[in-house]
Nanobody, 127 residues
Framework: QVQLVESGGGLVQPGGSLRLSCAASGRTFSSYPMGWFRQAPGKERVFVATINWSGISTLYADVVKGRFTISRDNGKNTVYLQMSSLKPEDTAIYYC????????????????????WGQGTQVTVSS
């Protein structure tokens, strides 16, 4: 059974940092593009960042570019999201996701094109 488990969320003050982790089990995702999404209360789930299988290529939503960094450790079957200079508007549940099959490029920006999802981890940015 494929599982993606996020961790690392919590309460942080504006300007602070958090590192989210997404550990995969049940399948090796080293050849899959991966993505991070977030969903704020009452809003749709939106794209945050994606990374290709090797970690060489990344893409970010404009609202997090320069503040967030996606990375992966294929030996640990884990993807990370380092978040810095956090703002109250970054408050959301953060989800990691994997696409349906191995691919060379980046993951899509549409959540509907991902096959596997974690349960999410809450990030709250507040003073």
């Amino acid at each position: 059974q494929v599982q993606l488990v996020e961790s690392g969320g919590g309460l942080v003050q504006p300007g602070g940092s958090l590192r989210l982790s997404c550990a995969a089990s049940g399948r090796t995702f080293s050849s899959y593009p991966m993505g991070w999404f977030r969903q704020a209360p009452g809003k749709e789930r939106v794209f945050v960042a994606t990374i290709n299988w090797s970690g060489i290529s990344t893409l970010y939503a404009d609202v997090v570019k320069g503040r967030f960094t996606i990375s992966r450790d294929n030996g640990k079957n884990t993807v990370y999201l380092q978040m810095s200079s956090l703002k109250p508007e970054d408050t959301a549940i953060y989800y990691c996701a994997a696409v349906y099959r191995p691919a060379d490029g980046l993951g899509p920006q549409s959540p509907g094109q991902y096959a596997y999802w974690g349960q999410g981890t809450q990030v709250t940015v507040s003073s």
